[in-house]
């Protein structure tokens, strides 16, 4: 009978824990799909990821805090709707994949002449010549070095550059995009150079059509639910970003897989567990808004809490969770030693995890505004595995979530003891 009750509790551990991933990869899934338009900016993609994060909430039976789960807020956007195009000679490049457009570049249209940059001679003499700039692209090639200074001329000529006509920007560095808050006069494309150099010399043709639109005050929101604890005096607070880059033209989308729909896949699912375990403490579920824009749904919400901020006995920001194979990092673990040392005891007990880093303050993501507040905060992120960062490759597809259940039980597990 107790071999049969043993084997019983393992069969019954392996389905809770396979029922954990599953439930982690069909929230990425959904929130990577097309239909999101990689929730940003552009088709209201980060709306309609607001609302099916709400929808969860009231599946879950969590409570709003106030009249709404949603709390808005505006800021300024540069976005890519619809045209962004590039034709070396007769070849149409893929955007994102050939290259890729800086995210407050300008728009643009027509056939252009290269004018080769490489000194500030020449800057200077495009910059102040008499001659007319119409139908001009200025080429910089990248140079791979250290020097501080080198760099910061190049950024100069790609930037003031902007300001006069289209930039192409040759370099062989990983293509990575982010979000505008600012609109250039011209574009700034980025192109292979190991492909492209040579081809730009040699005078093939160059189309660019780049379409922008600037949009002044967008609205966007964060989603907030709660759980009522038997203690009702103190908040523990879970916290994910679920906003990513959106999209770059009609043709390419950037799905945000790691970045950040595994957190918000644990934000759910730990919603979803508090909601069927009653806790000690209030629990209280943030998904913000616009942290690719410079957290600014985060800073918001501290600037505008719903419930007084001293009430949080301790915030976890859950931010890059779909991997762990190297475990993961603790941003503010030497701010926080007492529940850094918590955590990673909990950790050899469970035998959850190879590894927990400690690392110190960093103004990278969710926590930040909350722990500048004084609130007791950290941010966790997985280590290992897959790689893709701010590309169109981070996808549902590829990120395996394989230690979704074990940093699951270890969270659990800590907040039984905070």
């Known amino acids: 009978m107790k071999k049969l009750q043993a084997i019983g509790f393992i069969l019954l551990w392996f389905g809770l824990s396979f029922g954990q991933q599953e439930f982690g990869l069909k929230i990425t899934k959904e929130l990577c799909s097309e239909k999101y338009h990689g929730r940003g900016y552009v088709n209201e993609g980060h709306k309609l990821a607001a609302d099916f994060i709400q929808g ?3 599946e879950f039976g969590l409570q709003p805090i106030g009249d709404s789960y949603q709390q808005p807020f505006n800021f300024d956007v540069n976005t890519f709707p619809e045209f962004v195009e590039l034709k070396i000679g007769k070849e149409p490049l893929l955007v994102g994949d050939n290259f890729i457009v800086d995210a407050n570049s300008g728009s643009c249209n027509g056939v252009y002449e290269p004018v080769f940059i490489t000194s500030d ?3 200077f003499k495009f910059e102040y010549s008499n001659e007319s700039r119409d139908g001009k692209v200025l080429v910089i090639q990248d140079i791979e070095t250290k020097d501080i200074d080198t760099n910061q001329m190049l950024r100069d000529w790609k930037y003031k550059g902007a300001q006069l006509a289209p930039v192409i920007f040759l370099t062989n560095k990983k293509y990575t995009w982010t979000v505008g808050r600012i609109e250039f006069e011209f574009p700034i ?3 292979r150079d190991s492909l492209y150099s040579d081809r730009i010399k040699n005078g093939e043709r160059i189309d660019i059509y780049v379409q922008n639109k600037f949009v002044k005050q967008l609205e966007s929101q964060n989603v907030i639910g709660k759980v009522e604890g038997k203690c009702k005096k103190k ?3 879970f916290s994910a970003h679920y906003d990513h880059l959106g999209q770059l033209g009609s043709s390419a989308y950037f799905p945000g897989a790691n970045d950040n729909a595994s957190g918000v896949a644990m934000l ?3 919603a979803k567990y508090y909601s069927e375990h009653p806790p000690k403490y209030n629990m209280v579920f943030m998904a913000f808004g616009a942290e690719e824009v410079g957290l600014l749904g985060s800073k918001h919400y501290v600037e505008n809490p719903l419930f007084p901020l001293e009430e949080i006995k301790f915030l976890i920001n859950l931010d890059i969770l779909g991997t762990g194979e190297e475990g993961i990092t603790v941003v503010n673990g030497a701010v926080y030693t007492k529940q850094f040392k918590k955590l990673t005891k909990l950790n050899s007990q469970g035998e959850y ?4 880093k400690m690392r110190g303050k960093a103004a990278n993501s969710d926590h930040y505004f909350f722990s500048e507040a004084g609130v007791p905060s950290i941010f966790i992120y997985t ?3 897959v790689s893709y960062y701010h590309d ?3 996808r549902a597809e590829t990120l395996p979530l394989n230690e979704f259940d074990d940093l699951a039980r270890l969270l659990n597990a800590f907040v039984k003891k905070l």
């Open 268 to 270: 759910l699912y730990l």
């Open 392 to 394: 169109i490759h981070d």
């Open 235 to 237: 908040t523990i607070v």
């Open 383 to 385: 280590m290992g595995g």
């Open 121 to 123: 001679k020449d800057f």
């Open 56 to 58: 969860k909430f009231e």
């Open 189 to 191: 494309i980025e192109l």
């Open 353 to 356: 995890l190879k590894k927990i």
